[in-house]
């Protein structure tokens, strides 16, 4: 084949069960891409990460074009052999985080130009040195380059941003090298207005691509707002290519949009939590580092295998994270993307029941009740 | 059995190979004791721990009775269960720390007084309540309560601190709960000074312990003076009990205290030096940060099974400790306590085939060559 492989294998109301395959690798949906930033799933070697049920995860072109540089991750391989996963792989454009990260940045047609947040270096951006770099990291789905507003925008400046995206978009593809296995995904901008989200898909669906993104919404525009924005854009987009919702969330964010029929996703939040002694629980949240934990001899989740719930009690996490320890933010992550994974997992199973409706409801009203568990 | 066994298997010249049985397994000897501070090797899961060989962990009273208490411990099961490490453990007495870390410490003969490093909270230790809390602990091997001074120190302040040593050796005795498996070792004090290390050791066995433990040489009094000291105090400790030189040292230090019949070693620098991109490896050492592994696709070691020597390039692990991340520092540290553990089971093959000399010149010239890997 050339690109990647999409198959729906069945559907529950909107929500979809389905398989993505890659150069290096089947991947089930709905899926949870952990985020591998600079090469890492922060905290985490690759057989945890991969035994979590982890089968695609996230790397980011800024970070790494930064350091150490994508021609040094081509000599040495690619990403997947420098970094030891061999599974699939999905880089990000470089286009969001250059937005929130990058000094002295400025858009012009061509591309985007900015100063490196590590060392105040000089670099530019293109839907062409994206989509090359892309390839020299061996992602195997590269996304195109696009323009992140910052919201609240006006509707003039959101348009315009729609179509330089659009014209963005057009240019990746013409640049994206057509390899079996490797595939393209187009996102779909256009803030929280249903007619420029419309035009935007529509748009990219008529250039054609392997996949969907719908970006911009993991920018605090709240969960009410992301949920009719896909309501609205999600109808425009094909059956038959894999739809990815970026940059978000929380459980019962995920949920939701998998209702929505969102097929993947990524988010920093479970690593960045566990890093810091948050924990996401089957009845809801825990902060470790809160004293009530201090002598608790239960585990974080008792319905969970991870190595962090079936050999250490919360006392003992609650320490770790205090005494700010590194195996404290290596179990605290480790739970999270198993939480994460078995998620996932469960909304897969659930669709392929056709029960997800029940599923949703019981998730989303545990999910509700915050850090909830007294001695 | 009352208190820990020791099997003399086989000796080399004055290096010897033996058996240590405590209340949760055996320990080969000679052994290098990873540390575990604060109730964790760090950087480290207890099963990498395991992985590498080691057999026995020390963990450190001073920091445990602070954080978390060693009530809260017991409570929730002991320091094995706390930490989930199954193996023998060996705590220190916890009176280094004191001197090294606590603030407005006060000597007196009764104990030492102190204010903690982490929240300025008042505590004292004596011989009693240090071996009481190591009990509280679980630890299979006690120390003694001694005081450790600062060298260099007269002849004068070094007799009357032996002597306050040898009393609280005593009370620490007296206050030791005999149990199955479980040892309390006493700790030859004296400076460089031949006269007072003999009347300390002799004094300490007229007294009986399960081990004898020679302190006081990892405080940067440098190798010679090191090695000068062990050959006047080894001779005066019997050879049916386990020798024990405490937190030293590097690769060429236990090489050639081995050479002079000590058999268990502590030491914090693999894992500190594997925080800080320091490895150690068969050719010398090296400083991963160095911009000339920033391209290297060879392993840290090429010789070493460890999974960052396994799994990874230098260069990989050059980018992770530049940028930073966990997982540089779980890789390195790993790494490290893996060539320990290698060094001193080719010890013990040496020691065991009769080769010992051979093995010692080998690998103390190998040591002096430094840094020394050219592309």
Redesign the interface.
Known sequence: MSGTGFELLTTDGSARRGRITTAHGVVETPAFMPVGT???V??????AVASTGAQMILGNTYHLML??GAK?IE???GLHR???WPGPILTDSGGFQVMSLAKLRKIEEKGVTFQSHIDGSRHSLTPETSVDIQRMLDADISMVLDECVALPADAKRLAASVELSMRWAERSKTAFVSRDGYGLFGIVQGGTRPDLRARSAQGLVALGFDGYAVGGLAVGEGQQAMFETLDVTVPHLPADRPRYLMGVGRPDDLVGAVARGIDMFDCVLPTRSG?TGQAFVRRGEVNIRNARH??D?RPLDDACAC?ACR???R??L???V??G???G??LMTWHNIQYYQDLMAGMRAAIDAGTFAAFQKETTSRHAMGDIDPL
């Open positions: 600079a090469a890492t922060k905290a985490m070697t690759p057989e350091r150490p040094r000599a040495l391989g420098f970094m030891n890093r201090a002598e001899p190595p050999d250490y009690s006392a003992y609650h320490h770790l205090k005494a320890e590194i195996l933010a290596m």
